[in-house]
């Protein structure tokens, strides 16, 4: 499995992005939930009659040193990140790592909606910061 899972779009505050994404373009608000690893409020949405469908998640900042911060500093709000969903990211990672691609983190880490989560830096895949996401096991994710 390798399919878009979702696209992650920085933005300053959440209340002020929502409205486009869920009441113009009627996307499902799933959940708003806080990533504390990443410093990050996300609004998880998705298509609403398409269950598998990819994501759209809004990330709001909660620190000045979140990631998310720095993205809005340096380019101002938008496309922060892919993510791609795959079944078995350990696999992936170390498949990656033996290609000469190793992921940004040694291991795997817990994400939004209790994803397995990695990230490939931008320099390694043309210059789209990419997520490796693997869904919870039941399917318990969003
Ligand atoms: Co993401």
Do not use: Y
């Amino acid at each position: 499995m390798t399919a878009i899972d979702h696209l992650g779009i920085a933005v300053h505050k959440l209340a002020d992005a929502l409205p486009f994404w869920r009441d113009l373009l009627g996307m499902e608000l799933v959940a708003i939930e806080e990533v504390a690893s990443e410093k990050v409020r996300v609004a998880i949405l998705r298509p609403k009659d398409d269950a598998n469908g990819a994501r759209i998640e809004l990330l709001e900042p909660t620190a000045p040193d979140s990631p998310i911060a720095k993205h809005l500093e340096k380019r101002g709000p938008g496309l922060h990140h892919v993510a791609m969903k795959v079944d078995d990211i350990a696999a992936r990672m170390a498949g990656l790592a033996a290609a000469g691609n190793p992921a940004m983190d040694s291991a795997p880490r817990v994400g939004a909606g209790g994803c397995m989560v990695t990230f490939l830096h931008p320099k390694q895949t043309g210059g789209v910061l990419l997520e490796l996401s693997q869904p919870p096991a039941g399917g318990g994710g969003h």
